[in-house]
């Protein structure tokens, strides 16, 4: 099973600032990975596939980075609707399809 | 636009079971995988099962494999999953999702199981 690691758990950020969130893998899943947004009593949203390609309608300041074991999902400049949790999931090696832990954005 | 609405979720004791549907409408159902995701009161998401377009192919998490099982009714735009043996770790928002690309492009607002005496 691949074990996606995600960091920091938590991440404070002003509104306007730029949040980097990391995601590693515990083997390659080359650019297999998906970023996801949930905010709360919602249901996740996709942002990012394929590693860096944005999912229909998502912002442009949202972008994907990474192969193999490391990725980096970068939000260039934090709007107010932005602050949520986020999760990276690899869909390379499955079954199972496994998810990090997530990352949580919060109004520094 | 792509919809899916869960239902059958509620509450059962353990040792139960539920069936969850998913109804798909805005795309060719019988065109993509479909798959299951869970989420435990505060925890993060956990992938339960996919199925493909054909049911020909199905996969599970080992933490419901034997319990669980997924069909799809292609004719009804229907996803579902039979859930037997519950237990209070099963307690969870279900959501079904589309696949894109290998990601889960599209998801239902979620069905709630709660496993309790």
């Known amino acids: 099973e691949v074990v996606m690691t995600q960091s920091p758990a938590t991440l404070s950020v002003s509104p306007g600032e730029r949040a980097t969130l990391s995601c590693r893998a515990s083997q390659s899943v080359s650019i297999n990975l998906a970023w996801y947004q949930q905010k709360p009593g919602q249901a996740p949203t996709l942002l990012i596939y394929?590693?860096?390609t944005r999912a229909t309608g998502i912002p442009a300041r949202f972008s994907g980075s990474g192969s193999g074991t490391e990725f980096t999902l970068t939000i260039s400049s934090l709007q107010s609707e932005d602050f949520a949790v986020y999760y990276c999931?690899?869909?390379?090696?499955?079954?199972?399809?496994?998810f990090g832990g997530g990352t949580k954005v919060e109004i520094k | 636009e792509v919809q899916l609405l869960e239902s059958g979720g509620g509450l059962v004791q353990p040792g139960g079971s539920l069936r969850l549907s998913c109804v798909a409408s805005g795309f060719t159902f019988s065109n993509y995988v479909m798959r299951w995701v869970r989420q435990a009161p505060g925890k993060g998401l956990e992938w339960v099962s996919a199925?493909?377009?054909?049911?020909?192919?199905?996969s599970y998490a080992d933490s419901v494999k034997g319990r669980f099982t997924v069909s799809r009714d292609n004719s009804k735009n229907t996803l579902y999953l039979q859930m037997n043996s519950l237990s209070a770790d099963d307690t969870a928002i279900y959501y079904c999702?589309?696949?894109?690309?290998?990601?889960?492009?599209?998801w239902g607002q979620g069905t709630l199981v709660t496993v309790s005496s």
């Open positions: 999702a589309k696949d894109l690309n290998g990601g889960n492009g599209h």
């Open positions: 199925i493909d377009g054909g049911a020909r192919s199905i």
């Open positions: 394929g590693a860096s």
């Open positions: 999931q690899q869909y390379n090696n499955w079954p199972p399809l496994t």
